[in-house]
């Protein structure tokens, strides 16, 4: 399963909370149940968005597999979220994973055969929740 | 350090990596909503676009 991050999911996880979906979602990459996706736009912006957190800025680098996207999109009217599209595009990812869904951001569940979801919304997907169980009994 | 989440109306708890586990004890005590981390993106989103337009705008003042 391939996932592009959105930076707003990965400064969500950095916050503790009783129901943390985008902390559980990043370790499930971190422990390779998922693969995340990143382009180096994106990397750019995790580094900058999470600054006060170079540590787990590297973990994030250190987890996710690099693609470098030949097109530049313009399919998404906020222009800034192209990059993630892109990133999903290139690698030929299943998900995008955010929580921006408002008008002119990710506001369609899928483009073309990447689907749009929320961090709950993967968690609870028929072919992702084994992978949880799996996490959590580790 | 372990987290929680809700998976199919059950609370999962699992371990958090070392850095993601400093960074919420960093924040422990202080709640992010959705809407306030995507404003936050953006903030740092125009931030670094104006960052980069600065020496352009420079040249024409």
Not at chain 1, 14 to 24: C, G, V, Y
Not at chain 2, 32 to 39: G, I, K, M, Y
Not at chain 2, 55 to 60: D, G, V
Request: proline fraction near 6%.
């Amino acid at each position: 399963m391939k996932v592009v991050l959105d930076t707003c999911v990965l400064k969500l996880a950095t916050f503790p909370s009783e129901n943390n979906a985008s902390a559980l979602v990043f370790q499930l990459a971190r422990a390779g149940l998922a693969e995340a996706w990143a382009s180096p736009a994106m990397l750019e912006e995790y580094a900058d968005v999470l600054a006060d957190r170079p540590d787990f800025v590297a973990e994030i680098v250190e987890n996710c597999r690099i693609c470098h996207p030949l097109t530049e999109l313009r399919i998404i009217r906020h222009e800034p979220d192209n990059r993630f599209l892109e990133c999903a595009f290139a690698a030929n990812a299943d998900f995008i994973v955010t929580v921006n869904t408002a008008p002119g951001h990710f506001d369609r569940e899928r483009f073309q055969t990447v689907r749009v979801v929320t961090p709950g919304q993967l968690l609870n997907l028929p072919e992702v929740r084994p992978l949880v169980r799996q996490l959590a009994e580790g | 350090m372990y987290a929680t989440a809700v998976v199919e109306g059950k609370v999962v708890r699992f371990k958090l990596s070392p850095a993601l586990a400093r960074a919420q004890r960093a924040n422990l005590g202080r709640n992010l909503t959705e809407r306030e981390a995507v404003e936050f993106v953006e903030t740092k989103r125009r931030s670094r676009a104006l960052r980069r337009a600065k020496p352009y705008l420079e040249s024409r003042s």
